[in-house]
């Protein structure tokens, strides 16, 4: 088991910028994969980005590549998030997650364990 936390939540004005972060603690050797979705009331969770975990690729989905940036700090087992030129369509619930196995990054169930979720919101 891996535990994640997730922070850096907030509101901001459109066009503005925040920075997530996932901290994880317990059995982190097992991971191979971390990845961002994000999840509106009403609406499945969505990819937005991911990361593996020894070589640091970093993957995004269409809606956020170039304004979105992934990376890790494998010392302190984080990874972050760092959102620019954030819109309204980007407010949701965002949640890290840690994948084992590896597998196609977009996908939900190839991840293991999820962090409780940080809220954005981006005001017009």
């Known amino acids: 088991q891996v535990q994640l936390v997730e922070s850096g939540g907030g509101l901001v004005q459109a066009g503005g910028s925040l920075r997530l972060s996932c901290a994880a603690t317990g059995r982190t050797f097992r991971i191979v994969s971390m990845g961002w979705f994000r999840q509106v009331p009403g609406k499945e969770r969505e990819f937005v980005a991911a990361?593996?975990?020894?070589?640091?690729?970093?993957y995004y989905a269409d809606s956020v590549k170039g304004r979105f940036t992934n990376s890790r700090d494998n010392v302190k087992n984080t990874v972050y998030l760092q959102m620019s030129s954030l819109k309204p369509e980007d407010t949701a619930v965002y949640y890290c997650?840690?994948?084992?196995?590896?597998?196609?990054?977009?996908?939900?169930?190839?991840?293991?364990?999820w962090g409780q979720g940080t809220q954005v919101t981006v005001s017009s």
């Open positions: 997650a840690a994948s084992f196995s590896g597998g196609v990054l977009a996908t939900e169930g190839n991840y293991d364990n």
């Open positions: 990361i593996t975990w020894r070589g640091g690729s970093a």
